[in-house]
């Protein structure tokens, strides 16, 4: 059941003036996410942009109490405060971990695979930029193809984006969710669903990103909706197994209308390169996706 509109939390959590960049797609996810999550939330969080929004030692932009891990013990850190709190008596709060795709597909993969395992109680958040943003724009196994980056800079990235939902879906945890900060309802609600669960709740967010992906900061909230209208970002969640298309992906797998992936590439600096072949092949991933989800809405 979706949350009322004016349910929603009023109360801020990011202060006044951070240091992203404008238009960043993160900082408004983190916006909902906080907001949604209320108090008594625990972050865990390594080096990344995220980092940086919230801030330099003395100094916070946050509200909300951090701990700053290291890149690959994102989630064996979420498990030591979980511990922690356990041995404290205190059930009242939320252990959030949150990285970057770098952060997540890439470097703390073990760390979230052994925290999911165990069924670890805390919600496991990444945010998607499609690479290595703060140092910026390296590529990482997010990057989609025909994309350029410091470390693809000629030919373009030659591979398709990991399936990190596969992954974190094969570990059998209780709630899964893909979400974008174009659609903020769709995002705060997830969140407070998610926080009423127990065990290892796995959300991935896809994060526009004005510098990395080449377009004019005034132009983060159109670029997340085209993607969604693409099916690039497909919006759904795994509850228990049960699969479910949400808000507007819901919408356009009934209505069967989606754009044509060249409207969401042509907009972003990032694909100048992008080959005929790759828009192609990227296409067929796209397609092959969309389908495969469809099918399971069904069922
Ligand atoms: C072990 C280690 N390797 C490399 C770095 C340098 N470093 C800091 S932030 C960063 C990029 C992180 O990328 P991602 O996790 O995708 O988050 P984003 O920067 O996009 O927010 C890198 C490589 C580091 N801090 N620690
Ligand atoms: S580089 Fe991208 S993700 Fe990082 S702060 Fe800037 S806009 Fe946000």
Redesign the pocket.
């Known amino acids: 059941m979706p949350e009322k509109l004016f349910n929603v939390n009023q109360k801020e959590y990011i202060l006044p003036g951070n240091r992203s960049c404008q238009g960043c797609g993160?900082s408004l996810a983190y916006r909902y996410i906080l907001k949604a999550l209320r108090e008594n939330t625990i972050m865990t969080i390594?080096?990344?942009?995220?980092t940086v929004l919230h801030g330099l030692y003395p100094t916070t932009s946050v509200n909300v109490p951090c701990l700053n891990c290291?890149?690959?013990s994102t989630a064996a850190s979420a498990s030591g405060l979980v511990a922690g709190l356990a041995a404290m008596n205190r059930t009242d709060t939320t252990v959030v971990a949150m990285?970057?795709?770098?952060?997540?597909f890439d470097?703390g993969l073990q760390a979230l695979s052994g925290a999911a395992e165990r069924g670890t109680d805390f919600i496991y958040v990444c945010?998607d930029?499609e690479?290595?943003?703060?140092?910026g724009t390296?590529r990482?196994s997010a990057t989609p193809i025909g994309a350029l980056t410091t470390t693809t800079p000629v030919l373009t990235k030659q591979q398709n984006k990991k399936d990190m939902m596969k992954i974190m879906e094969a570990h059998d945890i209780p709630y899964l969710a893909m979400m974008s900060p174009s659609y903020p309802v769709d995002l705060y609600d997830k969140f407070v669903k998610a926080k009423r669960i127990k065990g290892t709740r796995y959300m991935q967010i896809s994060a526009p990103c004005p510098p990395g992906w080449v377009f004019p900061p005034k132009d983060t909230v159109k670029l997340g909706r085209l993607a969604v209208e693409t099916s690039v970002v497909v919006l759904y969640e795994i509850e228990d197994g049960k699969f479910r298309l949400t808000g507007r992906s819901k919408t356009l797998a009934e209505k069967g209308t989606r754009a044509p992936l060249v409207q969401y590439i042509e907009k972003q600096g990032r694909f100048k390169k992008m080959s005929m072949e790759q828009l192609g092949k990227m296409q067929k991933w796209v397609d092959g996706k969309w389908n495969e989800y469809l099918k399971r809405a069904e069922g």
């Open positions: 993160l390594p080096a990344s942009c995220l290291t890149f690959a990285a970057g795709d770098g952060g997540t470097i945010y930029n690479g290595y943003m703060n140092t390296q990482s």
